[in-house]
């Protein structure tokens, strides 16, 4: 204490440092670690949001895809049916027609027999009705055995 105060109270003067320790590097680290929670706190909800909404945008598409396939089902049932009601009446006239093809010698006739294919008929179903392999009915046609047949497409059968 200095035993000649000038002033009043002037033995009494306030320390030039600071009583308390402040890390300043260590209130930095915090900082910047409350700044990212909130951050990541506002993020949460974003990201929730645009997640459930990719999910829903692909059940969309999924959706858009199986209604463009049950169009084309349908269309292909109506064209179908459109074609068997067609096919049903030319049945009813002839399911078998026979025509005659005279070869070039003109003393053999060849009897050629054509079926209409009708719906849920198969290769394989026409020729067990003829007694023909799948080859021979594909052969006769110009056909693969592995192809489609169509409801009132007309095959050879001998």
Known sequence: MNQNPQEPFKHYERPHNSRTMVNKSGSKYWLILMVLIVIIIALVPVVHHLAANS?????????????????????????????????????????????????????????????????????????????????????????NPDDQINAGQKLRVK
């Open 55 to 143: 999910e829903t945008s692909n059940r969309v598409i999924e959706l858009q895809k199986a209604t463009k396939k049950r169009k084309r089902v349908t269309e292909k049932k109506t064209s179908t049916a459109q074609i068997s009601t067609k096919v049903k009446d030319k049945v009813k006239k002839k399911t078998l027609s026979k025509p005659k093809v005279q070869a070039k010698d003109k003393q053999t006739e060849i009897k050629v027999k054509y079926y209409i294919v009708q719906s849920g008929d198969s290769l394989t179903s026409i020729a067990d009705k003829f007694n023909l392999t799948v080859n021979n009915l594909a052969q006769l046609n110009q056909l």
